[in-house]
């Protein structure tokens, strides 16, 4: 073999030698490196979760807010929309000659009165026929006493 294919051969050895030694090298660093790099990531993992925490209730408060906001504006539009409709329908009854509940509770009260108004004279006029047939009665019997001698 000739020198020149020796010093090769032992060229490629020692590198060979380098590489395992720099392979060995690199498993002791992270190895060291590791547990390091863990609690690091760990650490900036939780900072990244409260950040994204805050983050998130953040947009949950202002989702929350459009929803109270959309809700109320639902509510007004229905609540027009429903006085409007109440409307026309009390107006179409009222063109038919339907009676409103106003007009209702106003016959309703005017009847109750009536009726007290006429129980209460018909009360009269048969308080008055007794007292009158009770009259009568003594009247007859004063006038069919006995004669005396």
Do not use: H
Not at 38 to 57: A, H, I, P, S
């Amino acid at each position: 073999m000739s020198k020149k294919t020796k010093k090769v051969q032992k060229d490629v050895i020692e590198s060979a030698g380098k590489i395992w030694l720099a392979g060995l090298g690199a498993l002791s660093v992270a190895e060291e490196e590791g547990g390091k790099l863990f609690k690091t990531l760990v650490k900036k993992g939780e900072g990244f979760e409260k950040r994204g925490k805050k983050r998130l209730e953040k947009v949950q408060n202002t989702v929350e807010e459009k929803i109270e906001t959309a809700a109320g504006k639902a509510d007004s539009a229905f609540g027009k929309i429903a006085r409007g409709f109440d409307a026309k329908v009390a107006d179409t009854l009222n063109k038919l000659g339907v009676p409103s509940r106003m007009e209702i509770r106003k016959l309703t009260r005017r009847v109750e009165q009536l009726t007290k108004t006429v129980d209460s004279l018909n009360k009269k006029p048969a308080a008055k026929a007794a007292s009158k047939a009770q009259g009568t009665k003594k009247a007859t019997a004063r006038t069919r006493a006995p004669k005396t001698a």
